[in-house]
């Protein structure tokens, strides 16, 4: 168990609509990454946050937000979605800076229909 | 230039046998290059990972094999179990002070089976 938590397990929306992921990451972890992966695209970094703010952006689309809060949990926003946004959200923790390990959720399925 | 390329995409071997998956990069500010293993349904782990100052690092039967003037690096499984049967994603990442804040680049996985 990797102290990272992800809600919900699978979501299944229809085109169009908008859906909200959770993460709350390992105790102490202040840096929050989402990553997407679909099958044609492997691992996709999508947002970095470090204490509430937004510290690194990756190929996140416009119709995508994310946000930190003061107890460090994070909310990956996905509006108006397409069939082609189905994929799993994965949130990763770490502590700071540097090159520490990531750790890693066990992710959100998205199906959208 | 941010690209991290991995073969193969699926590899098959037998038990006791030895697996090995190859990663190439093109961004010589890369310095870090860490190998994550995930099982269905969970996220990916870290397994191992090195720095660029040195040609290999071994845990257990995990090797990493690094070639800085070929900007590749693989991973040897020795002594293969079904067990390891998972997919392996190799990554890298830039430094910190260069604004990256550890922002790993995977390459795109390779499925390994081990059969019994």
């Known amino acids: 168990d990797s102290g990272v938590t992800q809600t919900p397990k699978h979501l299944i929306t229809a085109t169009g609509q908008r859906v909200t992921l959770r993460c709350s990451p390992r105790?102490?972890?202040?840096?929050v990454y989402w990553y997407q992966q679909s099958l044609d695209q492997g691992l996709q970094f999508l947002i970095q946050?470090?204490?509430?703010?937004?510290?690194a952006k990756g190929n996140i689309l416009e119709r995508f937000s994310a946000q930190q809060f003061p107890d460090l949990h994070s909310e990956l926003n996905l509006s108006s979605l397409e069939l082609g946004d189905s994929a799993l959200y994965f949130c990763?923790?770490?502590?700071?800076?540097?090159?520490?390990?990531?750790?890693f959720g066990n992710g959100t399925r998205l199906t959208v229909t | 230039q941010q690209q991290v390329k991995q073969s193969p995409q699926s590899l098959i071997v037998q038990k006791g046998g030895i697996s090995i998956i190859n990663c190439a990069y093109e961004?010589?500010?890369?310095?870090?290059f860490p190998w994550y293993q995930q099982f269905p349904g969970k996220g990916p782990a870290l397994l191992i990972a090195?720095?660029?100052?040195?040609s290999e690092k071994k845990e257990g039967r995990f090797t990493i094999s690094f070639n800085k003037s070929a900007k590749q690096f693989s991973l040897h499984i020795m002594d293969s179990q079904p067990g390891d049967s998972a997919t392996y994603f190799c990554?890298?990442?830039?430094?910190?002070?260069?604004?990256?804040?550890?922002?790993?680049?995977f390459g795109a996985g390779t499925r390994l089976a081990v059969h019994p």
């Open positions: 990554a890298a990442s830039p430094p910190s002070n260069s604004g990256g804040y550890n922002k790993l680049i």
């Open positions: 961004n010589t500010a890369f310095d870090y």
């Open positions: 105790s102490g972890d202040l840096s």
């Open positions: 946050y470090y204490n509430g703010e937004e510290r």
């Open positions: 990763a923790s770490k502590t700071g800076f540097g090159n520490s390990p990531l750790h």
């Open positions: 090195i720095r660029p100052d040195v």
